[in-house]
T-cell receptor, first 113, second 109 residues
């Protein structure tokens, strides 16, 4: 079982719609959770971090964490073509002493006009 | 602006040569930095944890003698790919805290 799992996509949504990206993780003791956006050929850029159960909103982005179910999601409201990118979920697992960021394979999002 | 600076952004080299990549934290001290490698259409794979003033910690399957890491100061870590071969061609990215450098695209001919 992979430590962090994401659906590779592509997830295709129309402009203006809500994009929902999901991520599950295997280490129940994981402490910190991150969503990164990566454009082709570029390094990842941090969008959201979340540490406790519930929702965290920042502009058009909402991160949701459910530690009991071991999943974290990212909602993008009013999706724009510029949101088209690969979204990477990352966690700091207990097994690494919370020192390492372990990434999922990423979900490719395509927002079409 | 970027808080983690990485250079060079792109390197093309001949097989057998060594390549050094620098990663700097610009406005904070980083006792720990991380080096990742990413092949096309794949996720980031952690290669090693760079520890200031001590030896790097390598992930399983990563050759420490091939990927030399030096973290001599609190703001600089370097990764040297020794005797590079075409299969080492990849996108190398460093990070400190939760920020990433801009990445280095290495192409070995």
């Amino acid at each position: 079982q992979k430590e962090v799992e994401q659906n590779s996509g592509p997830l295709s949504v129309p402009e203006g719609a809500i994009a929902s990206l999901n991520c599950t993780y295997s280490d129940r003791g994981s402490q910190s959770f991150f969503w990164y956006r990566q454009y082709s050929g570029k390094s990842p850029e941090l969008i959201m971090s979340i540490y406790s159960n519930g929702d965290k909103e920042d502009g058009r982005f909402t991160a949701q964490l459910n530690k009991a179910s071991q999943y974290v999601s990212l909602l993008i409201r009013d999706s724009q073509p510029s949101d088209s990118a690969t979204y990477l979920c990352a966690v700091t697992p207990l097994s690494s002493g919370y020192n390492k960021l372990i990434f999922g394979a990423g979900t490719r999002l395509a927002v079409h006009p | 602006g970027a808080v983690v600076s990485q250079h060079p952004s792109r390197v093309i080299c001949k097989s057998g040569t060594s390549v050094k990549i620098e990663c700097r934290s610009l406005d904070f001290q980083a006792t720990t930095m991380f080096w990742y490698r990413q092949f096309p259409k794949q996720s980031l794979m952690l290669m090693a944890t760079s520890n200031e003033g001590s030896k790097a910690t390598y992930e399983q399957g990563v050759e420490k003698d091939k990927f030399l890491i030096n973290h001599a100061s609190l703001t600089l870590s370097t990764l040297t790919v020794t005797s590079a071969h075409p299969e080492d061609s990849s996108f190398y990215i460093c990070s400190a805290r939760d920020e990433f450098g801009s990445g280095t695209q290495l192409s070995v001919l």
